[in-house]
């Protein structure tokens, strides 16, 4: 089992930045790759970038050059760097883990309100 735990949503205006942060813990040793997904009201589940074991990262173009994706292995937690908000960003923003055996893991949700 691995239970993930976000933290440092908000509210900001456009333009502005904010972090937020995944810590991982339980059995992370069986954890292949790490994403963000962002669900808007009414709309689907969307994935936002992920980062994997061997620290490759991937990103949705709607987010390329803007967000970043990084993780500190001491504390056992990924970030998601976001800049340059849009309020088209707006949307409760998901930590995810997958394990080696394809299993996965969610984080609560965190609120990312971005007013223009």
């Known amino acids: 089992q691995v239970q993930l735990v976000e933290s440092g949503g908000g509210l900001v205006q456009a333009g502005g930045s904010l972090r937020l942060s995944c810590a991982a813990s339980g059995s992370i040793f069986s954890i292949k790759a790490m994403g963000w997904y962002r669900q808007a009201p009414g709309k689907q589940r969307d994935v936002v970038g992920s980062?994997?074991?061997?620290?490759?990262?991937s990103y949705a173009d709607s987010v390329k050059g803007r967000f970043t994706i990084s993780r500190d292995n001491a504390k056992n937690t990924v970030y998601l760097q976001m800049n340059s908000l849009k309020p088209e960003d707006t949307a409760v923003y998901y930590c995810?883990?997958?394990?080696?055996?394809?299993?996965?893991?969610w984080g609560q949700g965190a609120q990312v309100t971005v007013s223009s």
């Open positions: 995810n883990a997958v394990t080696g055996r394809g299993n996965q893991y």
């Open positions: 980062i994997t074991s061997g620290d490759s990262t």
